[in-house]
């Protein structure tokens, strides 16, 4: 139970002035120098020995002392003279236990009726347990809550302040232990609803009563929530309290103390889980009120707010209302020089900036971290140069809303109020803006989408725009502020890629009505003009790293592809000056941003014609100047000077710290690399000859890399640049195969690391380009000499000692996976000694004790073992076999998952070394192992559905593999029921889709083995039945159309049993077909026309291989309302009218490649025929229903092909 008060503010006096520190006695310590670097109250040492002291004597007093009041009083005060901050005295060690202790004991000695030494407890407390971080056991809260409680009850009104200070310290983060005494605190008459009542005269009594509800509310990690019931009635006070008016005999300062502990609460309230609004306008108030609250005081705004925002596409513009007299804070004198509305961009005016008087405002903002001197960039400022402003003119919104009071118009204590207040002000922006940030994380995004557009505007069209987030992000004076309005931003952009996928400018808008596709299209290009002028005016370096991370959240999400191009260009392009930039944060968020650039849509047309782009070499181009010149160059293009915060011109870099020429010396000057390209390779490898004070300037002769942040994000776009525009880096392979084994040459493990990923992402662009999938002509691949070298390359190099660091099982782990991604052409042509080190580390490693390395290990030899130059060597196949065995009774779920992959994968490659070289691989494979690798599979049904799918895939391979003397022997006997089993069982489950079809298409892969005995065995009329059962009633098309190909599958009539079985596999055909289009899923709807195509094969193929004794159920069938529709979609079939995709299945299942009209129309005449020939010998044989039956089959498919052939 955490106890420091951590949302508590200084005291303040009853009076409603800052409470005065507590005042010490003659015996108490006084402040002794600490030496030349300043004062401290005492040693550590000391504070430890005066706790101990003081505990000692306070523990031996009884109550029944007579001078217990003057000796407590004086205790107290010795212990309240100490400084127990752990933030400044990190190794003071006063255990938690002695200051448990110590309260509890000084509790029971101080009656209630004695004031002062109650409030000197009370002080005590809050001291004590604030500055030490005490988590006090759950006798010490019941015992200080039940007194503190009672002080409410019984003492005076004047002491409540202290007492609700201490007990909002005790409170901090254990309001979930408190129930009992939370029933008399929060009920209708407590007094906490009393003093924190709207109705409250008191301010200060308002403030810390919120605040100990505040503190309720908190909820630490780990700890439990706070019943829902409490937690109402606060977020009722927070809100009620935020949404009534200020008294008007309250001063506005303390009133922003009232507001700012309301709005911590509710900022409680909401972060401590999904908050679950109300019913009706719950939601939409809060929004509005805290939208009020993000422009507290704010100069120039001047608006009926709405008290109800309300969902809706449009955005929803607040009303204006008539002219308000001057606030109090606000200067006094008539502005000389007014913007006026309606006006055209170029007329507006702007602030001047002077290196004159200014220059001790602007440094004196910047100090206190509250507000800076910053350009105000409107709306419309866009390509106009504006005039000057006087500096007495009237705050305004627009074009600009700064207040300059650094004229003489206050005096020094006017002046500081009225800083003070606005930082106060300040304040309850920030709090409301990150009261807003838990709203957004708190509720579900599609509820949020709906208020959207009351924070992101679209673009103004005519008149004043809206305000909005974008507004405080361009103009609000305290960088914090916009720093937290841009996180808000951040929070509401993240994760909004399914909601903007509707955006779509690329058409002409309809004049009747504006969709929703483009306002959202026309509210992204919104945001990016306003972020744009935004990280152009910014200065201070926080708020500049949240804009460049705001701008990469919506680069993430933002469909550029159903955008007019031209977004991403000048964003590119303005942030190329910010990679130089002195602050490491900056230069991250940068690189961040850059790998949202080339990740979104990749490849995107715009982003690939930016990549190619020659770099201009030096200059402002290359990236080689900061943003300050980029800052100081805009401000000069306005007309005005530069500002005398901006650093002065940085000294010029060597061109390689800047440009990597070594990348282009060794493509060539026409095939230069890309920019961004050598930006990151000369991160990652060049030295930093600048330095700022926090990246170690002052380290002494020798220049040093970039900070390992940097160098990792590089890393990262690196690999973001391979993965979606590998054409233009494949020039670079084995230049940035050296960069890699750089980084895994170096000690840094994060540097190791991503070099690891980047050369993993390297492999895989290599074999994706020589994929059968990929139409990249040959020509334009990497050459083949070319990826065997590289891979030599990277062989001999640090990753085998990567492989084999032991320390780092993420590096290994890392590693196994790039060993993974060798393209198979390129491994056969390796060495034998490196295709034999490979195969030999990946064996060894899968019996690694961190389950990740034994995971990349076991995924890998599932990949080695699809390599056609591996898979014919029987002593791999069986170590692999073996090795994965092993791996699928491991304790890992993750190692077992993978584990069956790749068993999944080795029966996968038994099925194909069976058909390209014969019996040979089953003869050479010992039974024993075969029958190991069923046993597992099988076992492997009963485990998650990871594992699961791809163990019913294994087995549809290994009953597909076994030979007919390994079925008929006795010890396969056993096992081959259970695999059955276990496939129906998996086939009839209420499991994923994806374990059912694998199901369905592992018995269909079984079917295929002509040594099953499925006419005989007990276990067939359960496998038929189990596919008959989906192919009829799964919800999932694609399931249904897996069992209906597994149906279609055996070759002979023998196979699907006798005349009753048959005819239930066609029934259940027929009635899959007359059902395929009825479902309430639109998504299984689009699958319809390939259920039918499949179908329709199964059915045809069952006519083929039937014989007389089927004639009489197939005749019913056939001559029925049934037989319509079948003759229907055959119709449809033979014609080739519907299919394709996967409703080729049933044919690719029964040998070749899916038929065309001609074919399907061939094969409906072989099968008729047959039927004829049939027909003629049962002549002899006499049966009057076979005889009727078949005739009606054969004129089913006479007037069937008929019909096929005149039309």
């Avoid at 100490?82 to 202790?101: G, L, M």
């Avoid at 990016?528 to 949240?546: D, G, K, V, Y």
């Amino acid at each position: 139970m955490a106890t420091h008060a951590g949302l508590s503010a200084p005291a303040l006096g009853r009076g409603g002035v800052p409470a005065a520190p507590p005042v010490a006695s003659a015996q108490a310590n006084l402040f002794s120098p600490r030496g030349a670097d300043g004062w401290q109250h005492g040693s550590q040492s000391d504070a430890e020995k005066q706790f101990s002291r003081c505990a000692a004597k306070l523990r031996a007093l009884r109550a029944d002392s007579r001078q217990l009041r003057e000796e407590l009083n004086q205790l107290f005060d010795q212990l309240l003279s100490e400084n127990y901050n752990k933030t400044f005295y990190p190794n003071i060690d006063i255990r938690p236990k002695d200051v448990c202790t110590l309260l509890k004991h000084a509790s029971g000695l101080v009656p209630l009726s004695q004031e002062h030494l109650v409030i000197k407890l009370c002080q005590l407390m809050h001291h004590l347990l604030n500055q030490l971080k005490v988590i006090m056991d759950e006798q010490t809260l019941d015992v200080l809550v039940n007194y503190t409680a009672s002080a409410l009850k019984l003492c005076s009104t004047w002491t409540h302040s202290d007492v609700l200070l201490a007990l909002s310290t005790i409170v901090y983060g254990n309001g979930s232990q408190c129930h009992q005494h939370l029933s008399d605190l929060l009920v209708e008459d407590g007094m906490l609803l009393q003093y924190s009542a709207p109705s409250q005269p008191n301010m200060e009594l308002r403030r810390v009563a919120l605040i100990c509800m505040a503190n309720i509310c908190l909820r630490i990690p780990g700890q439990p929530l706070l019943d829902d019931k409490y937690k109402s009635v606060c977020f009722g006070v927070f809100l009620k309290t935020l949404q009534s008016p200020r008294p008007l005999d309250t001063d506005e300062l303390f009133y922003c103390l009232v507001i700012q502990a309301a709005l911590k609460g509710l900022q409680c309230c909401l972060s401590s889980g999904k908050w679950k609004f109300g019913g009706g306008e719950e939601l939409g108030s809060v929004l509005a009120t805290l939208k009020r609250l993000m422009f507290q005081a704010v100069p120039g705004v001047n608006v009926e707010w709405p008290s109800v925002l309300y969902p809706a596409p449009l955005p929803q513009y607040e009303g204006h209302s008539a002219p308000k007299p001057a606030e109090p804070q606000k200067p006094s004198g008539p502005p000389k020089d007014v913007a006026v509305p309606g006006k055209t961009s170029g007329n507006k005016k702007k602030k001047s900036r002077g290196k004159g008087k200014k220059t001790g405002t602007e440094q004196s903002r910047g100090d206190d971290g509250e507000e800076d001197d910053r350009v105000a960039v409107s709306a419309s400022q866009k390509g106009g140069g504006g005039e000057f402003m006087s500096k007495t003119a009237a705050p305004s919104l627009y074009p600009s809303w700064k207040v300059n009071s650094s004229d003489s118009e206050f005096s020094d204590a006017e002046g500081n109020a009225q800083s003070k207040l606005r930082i106060y002000h300040g304040r309850v922006r920030q709090g409301a803006l990150h009261c807003l940030q838990a709203v957004v994380k708190g509720v579900e995004k599609r509820t949020l989408y709906g208020y959207w557009s009351s924070f992101i505007p679209e673009a103004p069209i005519g008149g004043r725009p809206s305000l909005t987030l974008l507004t405080i992000i361009c103009k609000d004076p305290s960088p914090k502020v916009r720093e937290c309005a841009l996180q808000v931003l951040s929070a509401m952009l993240d994760g909004s890629r399914q909601f903007l996928a509707v955006a779509e400018d690329t058409a002409s808008p309809r004049t009747s009505y504006t969709p929703l596709s483009f306002s959202l299209a026309t509210a992204v290009r919104e945001l990016h003009r306003a972020l744009s002028l935004a990280l152009l005016a910014e200065t201070a370096p926080q708020t500049l790293t949240q804009i460049i991370k705001c701008l990469a959240f919506l680069v993430a999400n933002a469909p550029y592809h159903r955008l007019r191009p031209g977004l991403l260009s000048p964003l590119w392009k303005q942030i190329r000056s910010y990679v130089r930039y002195r602050d490491a944060n900056v230069r991250v968020s940068v690189l961040t941003l850059y790998g949202a650039l080339v990740t979104t849509q990749a490849p995107l047309p715009e982003v690939q014609l930016l990549l190619q782009q020659p770099d201009s070499g030096g200059g402002s181009s290359s990236g080689s100047y900061t943003p300050q010149d980029s800052a100081l160059s805009w401000r000069q293009r306005c007309g005005e000077s530069s500002p005398s915060h901006t650093p002065g011109t940085p000294s010029k870099r060597s061109s390689h710290t800047h440009s990597p020429n070594a990348l282009r010396t060794l493509t060539g000057e026409d095939s230069a690399p890309p920019w961004l390209l050598q930006l990151c390779v000369s991160l990652v490898t060049q030295p930093r000859e600048e330095q700022s004070d926090s990246e170690g300037g002052g380290m002494g002769a020798g220049a040093v890399l970039e900070p390992s942040p940097v160098r990792v994000e590089a890393l990262q776009v690196l690999s973001h640049l391979v993965r979606g525009y590998f054409s233009l880096t494949q020039a670079c392979l084995c230049e940035i195969g050296q960069v890699c084994a750089r980084c895994l040459g170096e000690t840094d493990p994060n540097i190791q690391l991503h070099g690891a990923k980047l050369l993993e992402e390297l492999g895989t662009g290599i074999i994706q380009q020589y994929s059968q999938d990929n139409k990249v002509p040959e020509s334009s691949r990497v050459p083949m000499s070319q990826v065997v070298q590289f891979w030599s390359d990277v062989l001999s190099g640090p990753l085998n000692r990567a492989l084999q660091n032991e320390q780092h099982p993420t590096l290994q782990t890392s590693a196994c996976e790039t060993l993974s991604c060798i393209l198979p052409q390129a491994f056969a042509q390796l060495p034998d000694k490196m295709q034999l080190m490979c195969i030999t580390v990946l064996l060894g490693l899968t019996y690694s004790e961190k389950h990740l390395v034994k995971t990349a290990a076991v995924r890998a030899l599932g990949v080695y073992i699809l390599f056609p130059c591996l898979r014919k060597d029987v002593m791999f196949v069986a170590d692999t076999a073996n090795t994965v065995l092993t791996a699928l009774s491991d304790r890992s779920p993750i190692v077992r998952a993978k584990a069956a992959w790749s068993l999944g994968n080795l029966t996968d490659t038994l099925i194909v070394i069976m058909g390209s070289v014969g019996v040979d691989i089953q003869e050479e494979l010992s039974d024993m192992l075969l029958l190991k690798m069923l046993q597992a599979a099988t076992r492997g049904t009963t485990d998650n559905d990871r594992v699961k799918a791809n163990a019913v895939r294994a087995l549809g391979n290994l009953l597909h593999f076994l030979r007919q003397s390994q079925l008929t022997k006795s010890t396969f006997q056993p096992p081959l029921q259970d695999a059955v089993h276990a496939l129906v069982q998996t086939v009839q489950s209420e499991g994923t889709m994806k374990v059912r079809w694998n199901a369905c298409y592992a018995l269909g892969n079984a079917f295929k083995n002509p040594a099953l005995p499925l006419d005989s065995a007990v276990w067939s009329c359960d496998a038929f039945s189990a596919l008959c059962h989906v192919v009829t009633s799964c919800k999932n098309f694609k399931v249904r159309i897996k069992s209906a190909a597994a149906l279609a599958v055996p070759t002979r009539r023998g196979c699907y049993g006798d005349t009753e079985r048959f005819g239930c596999v066609w029934h259940s055909l027929a009635t899959a077909l007359e059902n395929s289009e009825d479902t309430n899923d639109f998504l299984e709807y689009r699958y319809s026309a390939s259920l039918r195509h499949t179908l329709s094969h199964a059915l045809l193929h069952l006519l083929s291989i039937s014989q007389s004794e089927d004639m009489p159920a197939l005749g019913a069938s056939l001559e029925s309302e049934e037989g319509k529709a079948i003759k229907e979609h055959l119709l449809r079939y033979l014609r080739a009218e519907e299919g394709g995709g996967e409703g080729a299945e049933g044919e690719k299942d029964t040998g070749g490649n899916s038929f065309n009209t001609e074919q399907r129309i061939g094969r409906l005449q072989l099968t008729l025929t047959r039927l004829r020939e049939l027909k003629a010998e049962g002549e002899g044989g006499g049966g009057g229903e076979e005889e009727s039956g078949k005739e009606v089959v054969l004129r089913f498919l006479e007037d069937l092909l008929k019909t096929c052939e005149e039309q």
